[in-house]
């Protein structure tokens, strides 16, 4: 079974600081890979998709990197704001199967 | 494109009663799921369907877990005889298999459930 796990569990940084999300996952052989956030009581909010054949995507200040062989994928922030503030996760779609495994999400708090 | 919609969005019940709720996926979208998310924790699979049929459950869906999507639009998950440890959000999903972006997954705003 896939296991993502992410670190760290909770962050906090200044405003305007760049920072790096980690996400690791066992399987290497993955479809794809997705980055969420999730406001407090609320849905998720898709961030960035990377099939398992792309090596980055990026969106405005964010920019998502993928290496399959080492089981990792890291989310880029750049410029933090404090409306950044949420809990970030990643799923990951195993090659085989159609389910999303998720990690535990990582908690960022931009101080204003 | 009005989005995944979820209802209720909040439900409270007593131990012992049935709930049910309600998915509206993205339109176009063939494939939809539903996860349970508890407070601190990742989203946990619970079922998948593709069009109308449902392809995969998990192992750890108990049988008073029920989930249908006739005619493969919107879809329903009950829980019979609720119990405490169903307390949870349910979260929803739809995605389109095929196009740039595969596979993509988009979310409702879930469904609250606290059972008392």
């Known amino acids: 079974k896939q296991e993502v796990t992410q670190i760290p569990a909770a962050l906090s940084v200044p405003e305007g600081e760049n920072l790096v999300l980690n996400c690791s996952f066992t399987?290497?052989?993955?479809?794809?890979l997705q980055w969420f956030r999730q406001d407090p009581g609320k849905g998720l909010t898709s961030l960035l998709l990377?099939?398992?054949?792309?090596r980055e995507q990026t969106s405005g200040r964010l920019n998502a990197s993928l290496d399959k062989s080492s089981g990792r994928s890291t989310l880029y922030i750049a410029a933090s704001q404090p409306g950044d503030s949420a809990t970030y996760l990643c799923?990951?779609?195993?090659?085989?199967?159609?389910?999303?495994?998720f990690g535990t999400g990582t908690s960022l708090t931009v101080i204003p | 494109d009005t989005g995944v919609s979820q209802n209720p969005r909040h439900k409270i019940t007593k131990r012992g009663q049935n709930v049910t709720f309600r998915c509206d996926p993205i339109?176009?979208?063939?494939?939809l799921y539903w996860y349970r998310q508890t407070l601190g924790q990742g989203p946990e699979f619970l079922t998948y369907?593709?069009?109308?049929?449902?392809?995969?459950k998990s192992r750890l869906l108990s049988d008073r877990f029920s989930a249908e999507r006739p005619k493969g639009s919107f879809s329903t998950l009950e829980i019979q005889r609720t119990e405490q440890g169903d307390s949870a959000m349910y979260l929803c999903?739809?995605?389109?298999?095929?196009?740039?972006?595969?596979?993509?997954?988009?979310f409702g705003e879930g469904s609250r459930l606290t059972v008392l």
């Open positions: 399987d290497s052989a993955i479809y794809n």
């Open positions: 339109s176009e979208h063939n494939r």
């Open positions: 799923a990951v779609r195993s090659g085989t199967g159609n389910q999303f495994y």
């Open positions: 999903a739809s995605s389109l298999s095929g196009g740039v972006n595969t596979g993509e997954l988009f």
């Open positions: 369907f593709q069009n109308e049929a449902q392809l995969e």
């Open positions: 990377i099939q398992s054949s792309q």
